[in-house]
């Protein structure tokens, strides 16, 4: 589009249209920590022979009568918690899921269990997405920059032993949970090394065009990218600052105001 930082779009041999060091920048996303445990039976959704069979059966039954097991949204429960004593607001999210999850589900799990996440709401690490080529068929460079902030790895290590304070308590215990990845909840030094591990993206990644009201941001308050005429965003890119939750529900709303903003403008 020739819209961007000018020097890296000249790097690449991509002709300036608009000198703007804010696309790809301001990169944010949710951070996420997921602790895994194995239990003993088939309660939970897992994989073994008597596991499969009762999941052919659950879909049999959703598929006649929209009940039984398979109903399941998986991510059963959700909380939100203030961990941190400055907090203005909740700063951790937790997904609890009636399945032990590795690696987003890429890596299978023999057997049953559970996970619960824990991300971070507000994150202070700020990444970018860069271009590696000229063809738009090539991946770009996408840098989370995940928990380079100090900050974030406070909240996150808070977020972690507080999650754990729940997981630990009856009725759940009463399931014979096994950690998957067990740490000294105490030795601050191996909390921070299993979180940089294993955290990772949950998904909801914002602010790389972000809007506002100076002349550096990309998009203006209604959303009409600066210095293009006729060019409006209407994503989760536009967003300043991450929001405190999912994003799927903000991005609609923002779909709906820039359907406004483009009718509006053409009348």
């Known amino acids: 589009s020739g819209i961007g930082p000018a020097d890296h779009l000249r790097d690449h041999g991509i002709a300036v249209r608009v000198d703007r060091a804010a696309v790809g920048a301001n990169l944010q996303d949710h951070i996420d920590y997921v602790a895994s445990f194995e239990t003993p039976g088939t309660q939970f959704v897992g994989s073994s022979l008597k596991g499969t069979l009762?999941?052919?059966?659950?879909?049999?039954?959703?598929?006649?009568?929209?009940?039984?097991?398979?109903?399941?949204?998986?991510?059963?429960?959700?909380?939100?918690?203030?961990?941190?004593?400055?907090?203005?607001?909740?700063?951790?999210?937790?997904?609890?899921?009636?399945?032990?999850?590795?690696?987003?589900?890429?890596?299978?799990?023999?057997?049953?269990?559970y996970s619960c996440h824990v991300c971070v709401l507000r994150p202070e690490s700020h990444g970018t997405v860069r271009l590696t080529s000229t063809d738009p068929h090539q991946a770009p460079a996408i840098d989370p920059a995940f928990l380079t902030d100090p900050r974030d790895m406070a909240v996150m290590k808070a977020g972690v032993r507080a999650m754990y304070r729940i997981l630990e308590q009856p009725p759940l215990t009463d399931h014979m949970g096994r950690d998957r990845h067990p740490v000294d909840l105490s030795d601050d030094a191996a909390l921070?090394?299993?979180?940089?591990?294993?955290?990772?993206?949950?998904?909801?990644?914002?602010?790389?065009?972000?809007?506002?009201?100076?002349?550096?941001?990309?998009?203006?308050?209604?959303?009409?990218?600066?210095?293009?005429?006729?060019?409006?965003?209407?994503?989760a890119s536009v967003m300043p600052k991450l929001v405190?939750?999912?994003?799927?529900?903000?991005?609609?709303?923002?779909?709906?105001?820039?359907?406004?903003?483009?009718?509006?403008d053409l009348r």
Not at 84 to 101: E, G, R
């Open 54 to 113: 009762a999941m052919a059966g659950g879909m049999i039954q959703w598929l006649r009568k929209r009940q039984g097991m398979m109903t399941t949204p998986f991510a059963e429960a959700g909380a939100f918690l203030k961990v941190m004593p400055d907090a203005p607001a909740p700063d951790v999210q937790l997904h609890f899921v009636v399945a032990a999850l590795e690696d987003h589900g890429r890596t299978k799990v023999k057997g049953h269990g």
């Open 192 to 235: 921070e090394d299993l979180i940089r591990s294993r955290a990772d993206t949950v998904y909801h990644p914002v602010g790389t065009a972000r809007m506002g009201s100076d002349a550096d941001a990309v998009c203006d308050p209604r959303l009409r990218v600066r210095g293009v005429e006729g060019l409006y965003v209407a994503d």
């Open 244 to 264: 405190s939750g999912n994003t799927n529900a903000p991005s609609i709303m923002i779909g709906e105001r820039c359907a406004d903003f483009v009718t509006t």
